[in-house]
């Protein structure tokens, strides 16, 4: 969804670097996601919020930190990289109060970052 | 908390074949569920959801799901796959504020 944007869309590192994705939508949601995606295992939340005072833990969130900068930015830092954080990592926003017809409770996806660590 | 099972892990189908994608939810109540299908190299698009009403559901390119709420299943369905087909899907429950992903399943479709 050209709404939602992720940069880098591919990014190399080696092990023990920091990582920032980043991640802009205009789609004027207020909740915002970051995900993990590993083969064989679909999609794992790693952080959400619902506003920019609010920050969530996913079910996988060790290693990571999140930084809500406005409304429309969303970022995910990997303090000291590891090789098993090498996956596709996709940002995600959904309006939960349906301001927007029918978005209530959809989830929109940014293109992904692929992320190797070395 | 919510959890999802999609069975099928990889489906290999001819083109003009008859699909059905499983996907079951651990437990009852109202539930909100959504299939979202990803092309290759491609982020996540939404098929189809169901809040509530019909149980019966039709997406877009012709995909449709049913809620078997007895049965705790969201299945996928579409009755004439085309090569364009080709992706992998997940389906997803929504678990108090946040959604719960299945592992997803990749469709081959071969000319």
């Known amino acids: 969804d050209a709404d939602v944007t992720q940069t880098p869309r591919n990014r190399i590192t080696k092990t023990g670097k920091r990582i920032m994705l980043e991640c802009s939508q205009t789609k004027g949601h207020d909740r915002m996601y970051w995900y993990r995606q590993d083969p064989g295992l679909g999609l794992r939340l790693i952080y959400y919020s619902f506003d920019v005072k609010d920050i969530n833990k996913g079910e996988i969130s060790d290693g990571y930190s999140v930084s809500r900068q406005a409304q429309a930015k969303f970022s995910l830092s990997l303090e000291s990289a590891i090789p098993n954080q090498t996956a596709l990592y996709f940002c995600a926003t959904s309006d939960l109060t349906g301001r927007t017809e029918g978005s209530t409770d959809t989830q929109y996806f940014g293109p992904g970052t692929r992320l190797t660590v070395l | 908390a919510q959890s999802v099972s999609q069975h099928n892990h990889h489906v290999i189908l001819s083109e003009a074949a008859s699909l059905e994608l499983g996907c079951n939810y651990s437990y009852g109540g109202t539930v909100n569920l959504f299939w979202y299908v990803q092309y290759p190299g491609q982020h996540l698009q939404l098929l189809l959801k169901?809040?509530?009403?019909?149980?019966l559901v039709k997406g877009i390119k012709g995909f449709e799901a049913e809620f078997i709420k007895s049965k705790f299943s969201f299945n996928l369905r579409k009755p004439s796959v085309q090569w364009s087909d080709t992706a992998e899907y997940f389906c997803a429950v929504k678990d108090t504020d946040k959604l719960i992903f299945g592992t997803g399943t990749r469709l081959q479709v071969f000319p």
């Open positions: 169901y809040f509530s009403g019909d149980p």
